[in-house]
């Protein structure tokens, strides 16, 4: 028998976090709805499971926003227990005095009962979404939270060891063809010496094992390294703990051909650790274009 993917649903009051939650989920590689009429919850499974996605489960917010459609929530989850397919709710809540201060800092009216005052609204969702409430397996109460307190949370009941992993994407890129937009912190290789200028490596990409070895065998690339290394492994627990699911780190040469690609395949190596996904991107590399220029 097939194994069915977890399904997550997601509800709970409106600014008590279900935003941030459906965020955590996706960094947890789920496929993720908002806002989800409840009538299309099987029909939602059954797509994703014939897809075969390479997902980790599903992870919907259904609401009181759906207004009307919401009164299908019951019969949605009554058919999805006569398929045998299990699920979760997991309900957000906060104090009444702080949702109120949230509406207004954001100048937003509350979504189902635009016309009400605040408070009347925010406790007459709570009416609506009581009997969900009773079937919830986790309850949060985030009127002490904040965003990346939620996403820690939610990675901690739900995530699986690759997904509270933190994916660690070393990058190598070469100056001239401009700096990696999505990097979170670069480093500059350009000082080494340069196999360019050395006839039989020039045309040899850094994972070819005798440029390592000519990049290697300068104090200044070691000393370097160990520095960058040490400063990587001192910051990766701290991002991880921050809630983060990504970090990106380029290290950069002229052309991102030679002295990048040494330096990123052997951190790749070294950082390799529980908890940390590592993976490898030499973005300029595959163009076989050699450092050129003055470095």
């Keep these: 028998m097939v194994e069915k993917l977890p399904l997550i649903l997601i509800t709970g009051l409106s600014g008590a976090g279900k935003t941030t939650a459906i965020r955590a989920f996706e960094d947890l590689e789920f496929f993720c709805v908002d806002n989800l009429p409840p009538r299309l919850l ?5 797509l994703i499971e014939e897809a075969d996605l390479a997902v980790a489960g599903i992870a919907a917010v259904i609401d009181a926003r759906g207004r009307a459609l919401f009164d299908q929530m019951l019969p949605a989850l009554s058919q999805l227990e006569s398929r045998h397919q299990p699920y979760e709710i997991l309900f957000l809540e906060a104090e009444d005095r702080v ?29 609506r979404l009581e009997p969900l409430k009773g079937r919830a397996r986790y309850i949060l109460d985030t009127s002490a939270m904040k965003p990346r307190d939620l996403m820690q949370k939610i990675h901690h009941l739900y995530g699986d060891q690759a997904g509270e992993a933190l994916r660690l994407i ?13 990097a979170d912190m670069v480093f500059d290789a350009r ?14 990409p850094g994972t070819d094992g005798r440029v390592e070895d000519y990049v290697w065998n300068w104090p200044e690339t070691r000393t370097f390294f160990a520095k960058v290394k040490d400063l990587l492994q001192f910051l990766l627990p701290l991002v991880r703990g921050e809630g983060r699911s990504q970090f990106v780190v380029a290290v950069g040469c002229t052309g991102g051909f030679h002295r990048s690609v040494v330096l990123v395949e052997r951190l790749a190596r070294e950082l390799r650790a529980p908890g940390v996904d590592v993976r490898v991107q030499h973005r300029d590399c595959q163009d076989r274009v050699p450092d050129g220029g003055l470095p």
Excluded: T, W
């Design 42 to 46: 099987p029909g939602l499974v059954e």
């Design 99 to 127: 949702l109120v201060q949230r509406f207004q800092e954001a100048r937003r009216p509350h979504p189902l009962f635009p016309g009400r005052r605040l408070l009347e609204a925010i406790q007459e969702e709570g009416r």
């Design 170 to 182: 070393l990058m190598s890129f070469g100056f001239k063809g401009g700096l990696p937009p999505d």
């Design 191 to 204: 000082f080494l010496p340069n196999p360019f200028y050395v006839a039989e490596l020039r045309d040899l």
